[in-house]
């Protein structure tokens, strides 16, 4: 992970000149190199959960056989036919993992610089968390992760043909983005603090009460259903947990973070649509927390915001030193963060070099 833990310090030293000088054109090169050496550790890595999947699928593609009938990869069709594509390229797998490297970081990398002032804390944040679940591990649901959040501009601009054009795309890929459709509604409202406090506690009170989880293995078995009930009795249909669940516990305080400092951070272009989809993340989560891989599965497309919200954060205060101690303190949470997913060993399993 040393190169992770390299990118990490490179980082933190850009946020902390970039929260005390103007914009310039240098925090852009350094994004884009950042991110150019980010999709490169995420293409040439050696081995990572799914890893192997991920490459004897593209073998047998690139051999003819047809996508339908393997089943070590959910047959999501833009992700079958970019394979075949790939294939037709090169026979070596390597480009399968190098072309989702760099378009995902890329993409995502490009919408920070759009939509928030200080991007480098959004990269920041994507590093220690999502990065590595994504790009590292679940490539499918890394690039639609990033379509996803790339459609975030059509939500605030109100293009709802070419938001819905891409939420197709990113569900060829993982057919889980579908329900960011949603997002849509949801980013033209602002829901007042009391709703959304209200609705937080709905939901911990019908999760405390009966889990959504439950209810749904006590279902029968149904052939649209069979990607979902195939984890019933599996580690991933388990619980995660309610207040021992640290991303609830983290979402939670953010999302109260932000209700505290609302009339400031609501002036932000993209801050109502991350918040209130962040607030939908949350209560998923809430609501299956006894069932982890549809929890996990779904808030992480509603979670995209999060770390567009990070780096509205340092608009709570005033610029100079209280804006410089807060910059230090979400270095020092990013830390954190990275932190705990090695030491649980979420990252366990990934070999970078």
Known sequence: MFLIEFTFILLSLCIIFQVNTKPSLIYTIMLLFIALFMAGIAGFRIDSPDYENYYLYFNMLSKGIDYRQINIVAPDPAFALLNICLSRLSTNPLILFLFFGITSVLINAFCFKKYVKYFMISMLFYLVHTYVARELMQIRAGLACALCLFS???????????????????????????????????????????????????????????????????????????????????????????????????ELLIIIVCLAYRRVLENIPYFNVSFNTYVVSLIWLILWNDFSIVASRIATFYSIGEVLLMAMLPFITKSGGSRNILAVLLILLAGVIMFMNIYTGKWDGVVII
């Open 152 to 250: 975030l501009r059509y939500i605030v601009n109100k293009c709802p043909w070419r938001f819905l054009i891409t939420i197709i795309l990113a569900s060829s890929f993982h057919l889980g983005a579908v329900v960011f459709l949603i997002a849509y509604p949801l980013g033209q409202y602002k829901f007042n603090s009391k709703k959304v406090a209200i609705a937080i506690i709905c939901a911990l009170i019908i999760s405390s009460i009966f889990p959504l989880g439950a209810f749904f293995k006590s279902l029968p078995s149904y052939a649209f259903l069979n990607r979902i009930q195939y984890y019933n009795d599996t580690e991933y249909g388990q619980s995660s947990g309610l207040f021992t669940n640290v991303v609830i516990i983290k």
